[in-house]
């Protein structure tokens, strides 16, 4: 039996190395008044692959805003790199900021070769940033979205869908060094995961609406939604 599960795993492993996605990094000093930078990249987290050149081209549409703590949001505009996109923010008052990416213009697109059809594909993204002291709440902002916090050395999932709990869905965790863990969401729409080493760790959450219907002047079969949150471990 363990065997069969070795050479099992082996086959799939060249399916999860082609798992691209979106994920954001921010980089910054961690001060008031003190810029901050928003990177979106495109690659293979698990394998800390970032894709680069014309590739990035389709990451245009991909909208990032800037959460305050009283809930004010601010737009950020976004340039193209060779290597990522990337927008500037500067906090003015000490808090918690979350930083949040959508995409849900892109044009429908013919899955079929990945077993989903013809389909419209909805991104979210999200991370957090610390400014300065005080401590605040994360709030749903997207239809479907992944709250992950730590706690200790515990990372904390909370999952929504249309504001309602998530409730028995899986979310994959991806840690630094790539190392993967599927867990699934209790009735609550929560789970949690230990963290086994520092550094940014990626929370993928997915769901696949089969109502079909016309986007753009386009029919499509499904509606794939993705939220990708990435959160840094202390």
């Known amino acids: 039996m363990k065997k069969i599960n070795l050479i099992i795993g082996i086959i799939l492993l060249p399916m ?24 979106i990249f495109y690659g293979e987290f698990e394998n800390q692959k970032r894709e680069t050149g014309k590739l990035l081209d389709k990451m245009s549409e991909i909208k990032i805003y800037v959460l305050d703590e009283k809930g004010n949001k601010t737009e950020i505009s976004m340039s193209q790199t060779n290597t990522h996109w990337e927008g ?7 808090g918690f900021y979350q930083i949040i990416g959508i995409n849900d213009t892109r044009e429908v697109q013919d899955f079929t070769k990945h077993s989903l059809g013809i389909v419209r594909p909805v991104q979210y993204l999200r991370t957090t940033y ?11 902002a997207n239809l479907m979205d992944a709250l992950v916090k730590q706690v200790g050395d515990n990372i904390l999932i909370s999952t929504w869908k249309e504001n309602q709990h998530f409730t028995k869905v899986k979310v994959r965790i991806i840690n630094p060094e790539g190392w993967m863990k599927e867990k699934l969401t209790n009735e609550n729409g929560k789970t949690q995961t230990k963290s086994n080493i520092k550094g940014l760790y990626l929370v993928e959450l997915e769901y696949i609406d089969k109502t079909a219907g016309n986007f753009k002047g386009k029919d499509y079969q499904t509606v794939r939604y993705r939220c990708e949150t990435t959160l840094k471990v202390q």
């Open 130 to 140: 610390q400014a300065g002291e005080g401590a605040g709440e994360q709030s749903v």
């Open 16 to 39: 999860l190395s082609l798992a691209h996605g979106y994920w954001l990094e921010v980089q910054g000093s961690g001060k008031v008044n003190e810029p901050a930078k928003i990177q």
């Open 88 to 94: 500037v923010f500067t906090p003015k008052n000490n």
